[in-house]
């Protein structure tokens, strides 16, 4: 079983619409929880950051954990063209170096 | 700073050649890590180091070799490229202090193997 997994999509959606990106995870011990957005040909990036369960926000995008249910998400309200990308999950253990596992992300497109 | 620099972008090789990718970064970081990204498979660790002198194994090191002989540098070595090693490359580094622990990705080299 994979430590965690993310519908890989793909999703398209029109402009201004809300998105909602989803992963699973397997094992209670992760406790820091990432989502990371990768344009076409480039590396990823960090987007949101979250620390054990409950929303954080930033601007139009809210990352929300549910340890109860090993669940987090990716809201993304008036979606745009320019978030027309592929989101990553990741998560970790609190330590060690070999401790960050990716989902195998989800392809987005917002359509003008 | 450049954050985390690959060279190349990209390269095809014929079975059973060999070259290294070149991977730096400028933040002094004490993490880095090779990772490959295929279709479906999402990225995988194919090894890791902590620090100057140390590295170790990931999901898939086979193929792979790596050095770390300076906090900046960490090249990857095809050994004998096979077409099953086609695939984006990705390094990244971190640095690993709690709650900021955050990693920072390269570009990517995209390798073909004919």
């Known amino acids: 079983q994979k430590e965690v997994e993310q519908d890989p999509g793909p999703l398209s959606v029109p402009e201004g619409a809300i998105v909602s990106l989803n992963c699973t995870y397997s094992?209670?011990?992760?406790?820091?929880f990432m989502w990371y957005r990768q344009y076409s040909r480039k590396g990823p990036e960090l987007l949101m950051y979250?620390?054990?369960?409950g929303n954080k926000e930033d601007g139009r995008f809210t990352a929300q954990v549910d340890k109860s249910s090993k669940y987090i998400s990716l809201f993304i309200r008036d979606s745009q063209p320019s978030d027309s990308a592929t989101y990553l999950c990741?998560?970790?253990?609190?330590?060690?170096?070999?401790?960050?596992?990716f989902g195998t992300g989800t392809r987005l497109t917002v359509i003008p | 700073n450049a954050g985390v620099t690959q060279t190349p972008k990209f390269q095809v090789l014929k079975t059973g050649q060999s070259m290294t990718l070149q991977c730096a970064q400028d933040?002094?970081?004490?993490?880095m890590s090779w990772y490959r990204q295929d279709p479906g498979m999402g990225l995988r660790l194919i090894h890791y180091?902590?620090?100057?002198?140390?590295?170790d194994q990931g999901e898939v090191p086979n193929g792979y070799n790596v050095s770390r002989s300076t906090t900046e540098d960490f090249p990857l070595r095809l050994l004998s490229a096979a077409p099953s090693q086609t695939s984006v490359y990705f390094c990244?580094?971190?640095?690993?202090?709690?709650?900021?622990?955050?990693?920072?990705f390269g570009p990517g080299t995209r390798l073909t193997v004919l």
């Open positions: 933040m002094n970081h004490e993490y």
């Open positions: 979250t620390y054990s369960s």
């Open positions: 094992n209670s011990a992760f406790q820091y």
């Open positions: 990244a580094s971190r640095t690993p202090s709690g709650s900021t622990d955050t990693q920072y």
């Open positions: 180091s902590v620090g100057a002198g140390i590295t």
């Open positions: 990741a998560i970790r253990w609190q330590t060690g170096a070999n401790n960050l596992f």
